[in-house]
C-alpha cells in the first residue's frame, strides 16, 4: 500500500512539473503568432472592366495616336474607392508591345463608369487593347456617396474642330468637381472617338459650363455625342 501511494504521489508531481513547464514556455518562450496580414481590409469584389477600345486618330505630322476608352465597374454596393489607377495596354496586329497608358480615377458603390485617355502617342494602330485596374483605396459608402448632379448637353457644332457645348447643375448642398467624358460615335452607332474635359467648382445649387473639343474625323457624327459627368464632392 505504502509503494501505490508513493506511486501516485510521484506521478502527481510529475503531472505538476509537466504542467508548469509547459506555462512557462507559453508565457516566455512561444514564439509570437505572425502578423496580420491584411485583416483591416475589407470583404469587396474586384473592380471590373467592361468595354475596352483603342480609337486610331488620323496620323499627322507629329506621329500616330489613339485614344483609350474603357467602362469600369464596381459591383459592391457598400463600397467605393476613393482612387484607383487604370492601364491599357496596346498591341499591334503582329503582337508587337504599343506601350502602356496609365491614368487614375474614383468610383461610387454600385457605379458603372467610363474613363478615357485621349490622343495618346503610338507607333501603329492598335489591333488589341487590355486594361488592367489596381490600387483601389476602397472606402465605405456611408463616407464616400455619390454627389447628386444633372449634365446637359445643350450642342455639338463640327467647324475645325468638334465642340461639344453643355452644363452641369450641382443640385446638393456642397461644391463639386465634375469630369467630363465625351464619346463620339459615327452613322451606325459605333463609338469612333473620346475627349475629356472637367470643371473644377460648381458651388451648390448652381450650375457650370463645360467645352469638349475633338478632332473632326470623316465618319463622326456630332449628333451623336454622349456626354458623361462624374462629380467629387470639395471643400
Known amino acids: 500500500m505504502r509503494h501505490a501511494k508513493q506511486f501516485l504521489y510521484g506521478l502527481f508531481y510529475l503531472i505538476f512539473l509537466s504542467a508548469a513547464g509547459s506555462g512557462v514556455y507559453y508565457l516566455f518562450f512561444k514564439p509570437a503568432p505572425p502578423p496580420c496580414v491584411n485583416c483591416n481590409q475589407p ?7 467592361g468595354s475596352v477600345y483603342a480609337l486610331p486618330l488620323a496620323a499627322s505630322a507629329t506621329g500616330t495616336s489613339a485614344s483609350f476608352v474603357a467602362e469600369i465597374r464596381n459591383p459592391n454596393p457598400d463600397w467605393g474607392a476613393t482612387g484607383f489607377t487604370y492601364t491599357f495596354h496596346a498591341y499591334a496586329a503582329d503582337g508587337t508591345d504599343l506601350g502602356s497608358f496609365s491614368g487614375s480615377s474614383y468610383i461610387y458603390p454600385g457605379e458603372i463608369k467610363y474613363v478615357a485617355l485621349p490622343n495618346q502617342p503610338v507607333a501603329d494602330a492598335p489591333a488589341t487593347t487590355t486594361l488592367v485596374l489596381s490600387s483601389p483605396a476602397w472606402t465605405p459608402s456611408a463616407n464616400f456617396s455619390r454627389p447628386d448632379i444633372t449634365a446637359t448637353l445643350v450642342r455639338t457644332d463640327e467647324g475645325q474642330v468638334i465642340s461639344a457645348e453643355g452644363t452641369v447643375m450641382n443640385n446638393g448642398a456642397i461644391p463639386v468637381r ?8 459615327d452613322g451606325a452607332g459605333s463609338l469612333s472617338g473620346a475627349s475629356v474635359g472637367a470643371i473644377t467648382r460648381v458651388e451648390p445649387r448652381t450650375s457650370g459650363q463645360f467645352v469638349i473639343f475633338h478632332p473632326v474625323l470623316p465618319n463622326i457624327v456630332p449628333e451623336r455625342t454622349q456626354i458623361y459627368a462624374y462629380a467629387y464632392a470639395i471643400q
Open 43 to 49: 470583404l469587396t469584389e474586384p473592380l471590373a472592366a
Open 178 to 185: 465634375v469630369d467630363l467624358v465625351a464619346l463620339f460615335y
